[in-house]
């Protein structure tokens, strides 16, 4: 089982390659919720997401020889995009399967860094059999998006930071696919917020994590349809489970009209642009499935990659689809930046 030292560890070690992405208050949301949020922006990561944290982790401790025969992974885009830019930094060939319906934004991202990508349907293929077929025969080691020591610690250096940045909170609340970022945030919040609560969210439609937690054992279900592409997985890691039931880990769910109207809501009142998988979090505090009144709540926007003429399809045509406005990113400052909105 993994501790919450590795994370810590990890946390200093991303520090010296990534930037530290920045984190938002809006006095807004504040008065809506009442309760004080604070918004941490890995849309505004390397890659655009949270995922570049784990693949360094895990691509730096490497041996050579492994390093030199290269790496393999599937990915419904984000893992695939961060792998691609990490391999061509640190000079390790990359493959990833993705599949047919990944956001072109994704796919051209892992291309332009160099990786080779392979296709699959993700509705048909047993992605994990084939990746694994694949590291096999060409002797390349598999890197999965989630199921990993090396993945849950460096993923779950972006809650060290938010705490480091704010200070102690009372709830923080993170999506659920693969589970790597919700147990490396579970561990971050048990070594710097001892009485934080992590709550992950899941897409309506695809609630495998929840009722794996409810069940006690890894539940598989049908790759669930959903606009949350991002958490589009058929069941937890075995890691992340493990770590996610044995701290008492909450999962609720949030629809894809409530991730619309939340999108919809990001964009107006913090002025970025956040992907339909990054919006589970507030979307599920905004309907109420996490209690947040009077209490310091901890969101963690996980990604930014959505392309656009999809992005203005939801938002033209979603239950939000008035009175948005364009704005500008947040400064890049360590202190929090307040957006007013």
Not at 24 to 50: A, I, Y
Not at 234 to 243: Q, S, T, V
Request: with cysteine; charged share 20%; hydrophobic share 40%.
């Amino acid at each position: 089982m993994l501790s919450e030292t590795e994370v810590l560890d990890a946390a200093a070690d991303v520090a010296k390659i990534l930037p530290r992405t920045p984190t938002v208050t809006s006095e807004w949301f504040d008065q809506r919720l009442s309760s004080t949020l604070f918004f941490k922006c890995e849309n505004l990561q390397r890659t655009g997401s949270f995922k570049v944290r784990g693949v360094l982790t895990a691509l730096r401790r490497l041996p050579p020889e492994r390093r030199r025969r290269g790496v393999h992974a599937y990915s419904s885009g984000n893992h695939a995009l961060a792998l691609a830019w990490a391999g061509a930094r640190l000079g390790i060939p990359v493959t990833v399967l993705m599949p047919w319906d990944a956001p072109d934004v994704k796919v051209a991202g892992a291309r332009h860094h160099g990786a080779t990508v392979l296709r699959y349907d993700r509705y048909t293929d047993d992605r994990e059999s084939l990746a694994r077929e694949l590291a096999e025969s060409a002797g390349t080691t598999l890197i999965p998006s989630a199921d990993s020591a090396d993945i849950v610690a460096g993923q779950g250096t972006a809650a060290v930071e938010l705490i480091d940045e704010v200070g102690p909170l009372d709830v923080l609340v993170v999506p659920v696919g693969g589970g790597g970022l919700a147990a490396g945030t579970v561990l971050a919040a048990k070594a710097l917020s001892p009485g934080c609560e992590v709550v992950g969210v899941e897409p309506a439609n695809g609630n495998d994590a929840e009722l794996s937690l409810r069940h006690g054992r890894l539940v598989s279900i049908d790759t669930p349809r959903t606009i949350a592409d991002g958490a589009q997985v058929r069941h937890l890691g075995r890691l992340p489970f493990a770590i996610l039931r044995e701290h008492g880990t909450r999962v609720v769910t949030a629809d894809d009209a409530e991730l619309v109207e939340t999108m919809a809501l990001i964009s107006q009142r913090l002025h970025i642009v956040a992907e339909p998988t990054a919006c589970l979090p507030l979307a599920a505090v905004l309907a109420g499935a996490v209690p947040v009144a009077g209490r310091r709540i901890g969101v963690l926007i996980s990604g930014g990659n959505v392309d656009l003429g999809r992005y203005a399809h939801l938002l033209g045509g979603g239950p939000a689809g008035a009175d948005r406005q364009p704005g500008s990113e947040p400064s890049s400052s360590r202190r929090p930046c307040e957006v007013r909105g």
